[in-house]
Structures are given as structure tokens and as C-alpha cells.
């Protein structure tokens, strides 16, 4: 099980977006938000879970959300979210607030961080003006950097990079039938997001081919 352990894939990203960016990068910043969901609803009429929901950020100041008790470092933040102030926020909470509730280390891929800007800018009444300052192909090559190239590295990339780093998956070297194990064990035991039949087989297979035991 520890070995199980080591392989599940590590913490990207939170809040940011542009009402202009391409579909792509949308799809992008929701894949690599992924880990965002475990701790924050982003649907309208969400609730606290570990932290406040995010639905609506664009129209509410910073630290605003009645009934959530926000540390004393991001309340000294004023106004509205901006792409800046989220940027540097996904970059590293404990920085951009210190003492913050977050113990989420941050995104530090620019291009990630872009992506699930794009994103969470759709997660609004009318989706926000932040504005993204990286397009979907430099998302791509960024956002799957130390994987080796292939087809679905970018799904394997946001999938994995959501519990721990890339350079820990590619150290393994795991049958098929072990990858799928584990994909199973993190989404029934970890809190991952359910996976589609159609993601765990695509998963499995870029895994397995790359990063399987004939590969050691």
C-alpha cells in the first residue's frame, strides 16, 4: 500500500480566468482543477466544504463569503479577484496570505495556472474579464513537462499532477493491471475524482506503455 501511496499525483491549482480564451484552454483548467473540487463547490448554491465555494467569485470581494471564517491574512486583501491577485494567489497561498487556512502548497506552472484562470472565469453568472496570459498549445507543453511524449499525456499530467509530481510517476514502472489498480484505489480510497471509462482506459494505457514494467 505505501507503494501505492507514492505513486498518486501531486496538488496544482484554484481560482483565475478569461471570458475570452479558447475552449481548449477552458477544458484544460477544469482537467488541471481537479484537486480544487475536494475542498470548494463550484456550482451555484454551493456550501462550505473545507473551504467556500467558489461559484460567483468574480462578483464578490475577497474574503467575503458570509458564514466562512477566513484567516486574518486574506482578509487584509481588499476588492474583487482579479487575474493578478489570483495568479499570485495559485502560485502560493502561504505567500500571498500568510497564516492562510490553505494548506495547499500552490501551482507553480504559469501555463497551469492560466488554464484554471480560463476556467474558473466561466464559473460565474457572466463569466469574468480576467484575462489568461498563456493559449492551450503552451498550456500543452508546459503543463506535461517531464512526461514522456504520447497520446493523452496532457490528461495523464492533470490527472496525476493533482496529489503528487510528474518526476514521482515517472519512477515507477507498474503493469497495466497494477496502474489500474491504483487509479481505482485513489478514486475509491483518496477522494480523486471518478474517472470515465473511457479517462482510466486511456490513463492506463499511456501509463503502462510509457512508465510499465518493461520500461524499468
Known amino acids: 500500500m505505501l507503494r501505492i501511496a507514492l505513486i498518486v499525483f501531486e496538488i496544482l491549482y484554484l ?7 479558447s475552449e481548449d484552454l477552458v477544458v ?21 466544504v473545507v473551504g467556500p465555494p467558489l461559484w460567483g467569485l468574480a462578483e464578490r470581494n475577497i474574503a467575503s463569503f458570509e ?24 502560485a502560493s497561498p502561504a505567500n ?10 500552490g501551482v507553480s506552472d504559469p501555463a497551469a495556472r492560466a488554464a484554471i484562470i480560463a476556467w474558473l472565469a466561466t464559473k460565474n453568472p457572466v463569466p469574468a474579464d480576467w484575462v489568461a496570459a498563456f493559449t492551450a498549445g503552451e498550456l500543452r507543453s508546459d503543463g506535461a513537462a517531464g512526461l514522456l511524449p504520447g497520446e493523452n499525456v496532457e490528461l495523464v499530467a492533470a490527472v496525476c499532477s493533482a496529489c503528487h509530481s510528474l518526476h514521482l510517476v515517472t ?3 507498474l503493469s497495466r493491471q497494477r ?38
Not at 500571498?96 to 502548497?105: D, H, I, L, S
Open 28 to 48: 484544460a483548467g477544469e482537467q488541471k482543477a481537479r484537486v480544487c473540487k475536494a475542498c470548494h463547490q463550484f456550482e451555484p448554491n454551493g456550501t462550505v
Open 67 to 90: 458564514g466562512y471564517n477566513y484567516s486574518v491574512g486574506i482578509k487584509q486583501h481588499q476588492g474583487k479577484w482579479t487575474a493578478e491577485k489570483l495568479d499570485a494567489f495559485l
Open 15 to 21: 481560482f483565475s480566468g478569461a471570458a475570452s480564451a
Open 179 to 216: 496502474w489500474s489498480e491504483t487509479l481505482e484505489w485513489m478514486v475509491e480510497e483518496q477522494g480523486m475524482d471518478e474517472l470515465s471509462p473511457e479517462e482510466h482506459e486511456a490513463i492506463i494505457t499511456y501509463l503502462s506503455t510509457y512508465y510499465g514494467q518493461k520500461n524499468r
Open 171 to 173: 519512477q515507477q514502472g
Open 96 to 105: 500571498f496570505a500568510p497564516g492562510t487556512n490553505m494548506v495547499y502548497p
